[in-house]
């Protein structure tokens, strides 16, 4: 059992529902909180020293149950949609109700103070509450940890509470179903009830950060990584998950602000994290080492399978999920940057997994075509493993975050347009997906080609490079790039059918129009001037 050094107060216990302060166990450490999850059987050891753990029923979010009291507080700022969903402020006090009581009549129960933004101006002080201990140590590993002397004037400033083992009543509670995050900022709480998927919790703080920040700092939030070169300049990595957000920050050359979370300030960059989640589906230690060597003792592992008879993980197994993760502090990566706060950007690289093999492979983008495709958020994924099924999936996602933004996209857009114009920031676009033809025709294309046209732009060779324009999107596609081959850059040349290219590009470009039709009211014409033309 952990043994608090520093007493949590009886009145902060009972302002979140806790009665009993002998269940508490504050504070613990990573080794008390591996030990907690051995002894009740809900982990195991790996090869490394790992803490491997499934998440239950939940192995990722659920966006159609995270919910948002509409009262006074939000019911005219927050951008009401499919992701930002209302709730009853009488649902969240029954919701309220039924966690308290619930933790109360567990035998233990873990909390623990942490903080977000690196940036000591914009810190935020959070209380997590915890059911489980695996669900606490990665609150260890995400947030920043305060220091001993910090946690003797504690006060937090939102609190986050988990009752994974709690099923809902939907009919009573205002839910979809039995499980549910819900978020209120009159009591500035975050509740989670019916899923241990720890990702719910690193997304609740991300979403509310999202909404004071830009709302009422103004400073712009970003659902980006960042690292910074020797000689101070940030390097903004902005994609939906599975396009290389972790992995392309993860420069051996670079110092690692963070590889999730950031904030733009009037001097800074910052991270809200202090630590990284990252995917585990087919690692490897030649193509993500830092990932890779990260997975050691105080790591939480989630969702993996083992190679049978023994307790190594084999990072190929999608039996579970393919949605494999690990937690870890960011210390663990080696040129790690802390405290995590880098100056101003001068390369933003917009990262998109285009499996229509469509998009060049770099390309730098004027300004109308940086918020263009700021605001339409672009990815596309090979649609799944179903027999017969091979036409790539497009997802536009706003912001590359739109299911984590409470405020209007183009309240984001907007700051990040003002920002980029201001600091004279080259804006690339980086597809790191399928090259010679779509998915099932082309190949996937390679990490090393990826990393040395990131590493050009960085050291301003591209920029030096004759560019051509690309005839449906209008980027900018560079003639000559350092290790990478010329008749890679152009992605036509690569196919080919070029008649065959000529109509996906077609397709795909009706794709973005279509999707933007829900944004053309609140935009300039500098940025509607910059969709690709059918």
Not at 147 to 160: S, V
Request: with cysteine; proline share 6%.
């Amino acid at each position: 059992m952990s043994i608090p050094t520093i007493a949590l107060p009886i009145k902060h216990l009972l302002k979140i529902g806790l009665r009993n302060t002998e269940t508490i166990r504050y504070q613990s450490t990573p080794e008390e909180l591996i030990q907690d999850t051995l002894r009740m059987g809900e982990g195991v050891l790996n090869d490394t020293g790992a803490l491997v753990i499934r998440t239950g029923e939940f192995t990722g979010r659920s966006p159609r149950d995270k919910f948002t009291v509409k009262d006074e507080h939000t019911a005219d700022s927050v951008h009401w949609n499919e992701f930002n969903i209302p709730i009853g402020a009488d649902h969240f006090d029954t919701i309220f109700d039924k966690i308290s009581a619930y933790l109360n009549q567990l035998p233990e129960v873990w909390v623990r103070d942490c903080y977000a933004c690196a940036d000591p101006r914009y810190r935020l002080n959070v209380r997590v509450v915890n059911e489980k201990p695996w669900n606490n140590l990665f609150a260890y590993n995400m947030f920043l940890r305060p220091t001993g002397e910090e946690l003797e004037h504690f006060q937090p400033d939102w609190h986050l509470i988990a009752a994974p083992g709690l099923k809902l009543d939907p009919a009573e509670c205002g839910t979809r179903q039995h499980n549910a995050t819900v978020v209120s900022f009159k009591h500035k709480m975050i509740l989670i009830a019916g899923s241990g998927y720890t990702g719910e919790t690193k997304k609740g703080i991300f979403t509310i950060l999202n909404y004071i920040l830009p709302h009422e700092k103004n400073v712009l939030s970003m659902h980006c990584s960042a690292n910074m070169g020797e000689q101070g300049d940030t390097a903004i990595f902005f994609g939906l998950s599975g396009t290389g957000k972790t992995t392309l920050s993860a420069d051996p050359n670079r110092k690692l602000i963070g590889d999730d979370e950031h904030a733009w300030t009037r001097d800074t960059i910052f991270n809200f994290e202090g630590g990284c989640y990252a995917k585990t589906i087919n690692l490897t230690e030649e193509k993500e080492p830092e990932i890779f060597r990260a997975i050691r003792p105080g790591a939480l592992v989630e969702n993996t399978g083992f190679f049978a008879g023994t307790s190594r993980i084999n990072f190929d197994d999608s039996s579970i999920t393919e949605n494999t993760r690990v937690s870890y502090p960011l210390h663990y990566i080696s040129n790690a940057l802390e405290p995590s706060v880098g100056g101003l950007p001068k390369n933003i690289f917009f990262l998109t997994c285009d499996a229509f093999g469509v998009l060049p492979p770099v390309s730098k983008l004027t300004p109308g075509q940086a918020m263009y495709q700021f605001i339409s958020g672009y990815t596309a994924k090979v649609a799944g493993t179903e027999a017969g099924v091979t036409e790539p999936k497009p997802t536009f996602s706003a912001c590359f975050g739109a299911p984590f933004l409470p405020l209007h996209p183009g309240k984001y857009a907007a700051m990040l347009g003002k920002k980029m114009q201001e600091h004279q920031v080259n804006v690339w676009m980086i597809n790191t997906g399928w090259t010679g033809g779509p998915y099932g025709t082309g190949s996937r294309m390679k990490l090393n080609y990826t990393r040395a046209m990131i590493t050009a732009a960085l050291n301003g060779t591209l920029n030096k490079s004759e560019f051509d324009t690309d005839p449906v999107f209008g980027m900018a596609i560079p003639r000559t790039c350092p290790d990478v081959p010329e008749g890679l850059l152009n992605p036509r040349n690569t196919w080919t059918d070029k008649k065959a290219y000529d109509e996906k590009a077609k397709y795909l470009a009706g794709l973005f129009v279509k999707n933007f039709e829900k944004y053309k009211d609140g935009v300039s014409e500098e940025i509607l001037a910059a969709a690709p033309k059918g």
